[in-house]
C-alpha cells in the first residue's frame, strides 16, 4: 500500500526576525502549536528531526499551516530558501509525518487543563489573556511566532509571556512587547 501523492504547495514568507522565515503550506498541518530548541527535543516531529539535519537550522516552531524556521548565521536566506521548501514540500507530498499528535498531549487534554488553568487565575490575569488571544497572538501568528501567557505579579503589575517561533530572538520583540503589547494591556486594563 502505496501513500498517495498529495498536490502541495509551500511558499517562504520574511518574518520580521532576520533569522527566521515561515514556509506556508496550503493545508493545515497541526492543531498544536510546538516549539523545537533543537533535535534531541523534535521526536513528536518526524520533520522537525529531518530539518535539523540541514546544519544551519537552529530553531523550528511548526502551527497551524506553517513552519518557522531559525538559522545559524553561517548561511544566508538566498542561499537555503529553496532546498528548505522544496525539502518541506517533497516530505509532506509524499505523506511523511509532520507532527504525531499522539505523542504530544492530546488536544482534549490540554483543552481541559488549559481552561481548569485560566478558571483558577484572578480576574486580571484572565483579562491579559483574553486580550493576548483576541488582539496579539492572531499578529504574531502572521509574523510567524506564538506568544503565550506565563504570569501576571499583582503586586508590581507585571505580566510574563513567552515568545516563540520567529518571535523567539527577534530583534523588533522588545520594541513589540514594550511599544505594542504593555500600552495595549495599560490602555485596555
Known amino acids: 500500500n502505496k501513500t498517495k501523492k498529495q498536490a502541495i ?23 498544536n502549536a510546538i516549539e523545537f530548541k533543537n533535535i ?29 524556521v531559525t538559522k545559524y548565521d553561517i548561511n544566508e536566506w538566498q542561499d537555503i530558501t529553496l532546498e528548505l521548501r522544496t525539502f518541506i514540500k517533497q516530505y509532506i507530498e509524499n505523506g ?14 490540554q483543552e481541559k487543563t488549559k481552561n481548569e488553568e485560566f478558571d483558577n487565575l484572578d480576574v486580571t490575569s484572565q483579562q491579559i489573556i483574553n486580550i493576548l488571544e483576541e488582539y496579539v497572538k492572531p499578529a504574531v501568528q502572521a509574523d510567524g511566532g506564538n506568544i503565550a501567557f506565563e504570569s501576571y505579579d499583582e503586586n508590581d503589575k507585571t ?29 485596555m486594563l
Do not use: H
Open 9 to 31: 504547495t509551500v511558499y517562504g514568507e520574511s518574518t520580521p526576525n532576520p533569522a527566521a522565515l515561515k514556509f506556508v503550506v496550503n493545508k493545515m498541518i497541526t492543531k
Open 96 to 109: 511523511g509525518t509532520v507532527l504525531d499528535e499522539s505523542l504530544i498531549t492530546s488536544q482534549a487534554n
Open 159 to 187: 505580566v510574563k509571556v513567552i515568545l516563540q517561533g520567529a518571535c523567539s530572538g527577534c530583534p523588533s520583540s522588545t520594541f513589540t512587547l514594550k511599544s505594542g503589547i504593555e500600552n495595549m494591556l495599560k490602555s
Open 40 to 68: 534531541d527535543q523534535s521526536a513528536p516531529s518526524p520533520l522537525a528531526t529531518e530539518l535539523f539535519r540541514f546544519p544551519y537550522v537552529k530553531e523550528i516552531f511548526i502551527d497551524e499551516n506553517y513552519i518557522s
